[in-house]
């Protein structure tokens, strides 16, 4: 019961996308094999009941079958939230959209994972990210970032500084900085010391250099970012 009423933002958001529709009838364990360029599944992960997840198949770059896990679009959904809704989920499958860390959990300690970041700034530039074995731990771990693997793309690798930290949140402090980063930076994260990369920070619709906002230091330096998708998928065995 109190797994389905977590679910129940992310729930309400499906019932209300009437512009998509399912790939397939049934309960998948990931989107692999989804080719259309936006839609949804249902998806299993052990330990959970099943849940609506936002399939991606047409990210320049990435190839089809992604779960999509993150999505910063236009600003419409809050990302400065408590561990409790980080935990669950929350967000619309069609625009902002967070797949909750008990999920991550899950699904990436299950079977292996890629992890691939795509980002685009006000410049209408474009980057990406891409690490070969995303593994998030338990929430007695404090949804730690365990692993990443080995890095390719164009954004640079600072994702790869976050590696270690647990998550952070409005209301629960595992960063080493002296202030609370989930705080200043408006959106929970594997914060360290507030630098670097966010792409959960607060949305702003034009281009600032703001260190509360979407960021990727290396490629876009300390300005904020126009979109950010992270995906997941499983890896060929």
């Known amino acids: 019961m109190q797994q389905q009423l977590l679910l129940l933002p992310l729930i309400v958001a499906l019932a209300a996308a009437t512009a998509t529709t399912p790939d397939k009838c049934g309960t998948f364990s990931s989107c692999l094999g989804f080719t259309n360029a936006t839609g949804w599944r249902v998806i299993e992960a052990p330990g959970l009941a099943a849940f609506p997840v936002p399939c991606d198949g047409q990210t320049p770059g990435a190839g089809s079958g992604w779960t999509v896990m993150q999505r910063r679009v236009d600003g419409s959904v809050r990302f400065q939230r408590s561990w409790a809704a980080y935990r669950a989920g929350f967000g619309d499958l069609q625009a902002d959209y967070f797949i909750g860390l008990e999920a991550l959990h899950r699904l990436t300690t299950h079977q292996p994972h890629e992890l691939y970041i795509f980002m685009e700034n006000f410049k209408n530039?474009?980057?990406?990210?891409?690490?070969?074995?995303?593994?998030?731990?338990?929430?007695?771990?404090?949804?730690?970032?365990?692993?990443?693997?080995?890095?390719?793309?164009?954004?640079?690798?600072?994702?790869?500084?976050?590696?270690?930290m647990k998550f952070s949140t409005m209301d629960k402090d595992n960063d080493v900085y002296w202030q609370n980063c989930a705080l200043e930076s408006q959106g929970g994260w594997w914060h360290k010391n507030c630098t670097s990369v966010n792409l959960n920070g607060e949305y702003f619709d034009s281009q600032l250099d703001e260190y509360k906002g979407i960021r990727w230091w290396s490629w876009n330096d300390n300005e904020t970012l126009k979109s950010v998708k992270m995906l997941i998928r499983p890896k060929a065995k």
Do not use: H
């Open 125 to 164: 530039k474009q980057a990406y990210a891409r690490y070969d074995n995303f593994v998030v731990a338990s929430e007695s771990e404090g949804y730690k970032l365990l692993e990443l693997g080995m890095y390719v793309g164009t954004a640079g690798d600072d994702f790869s500084l976050n590696k270690g």
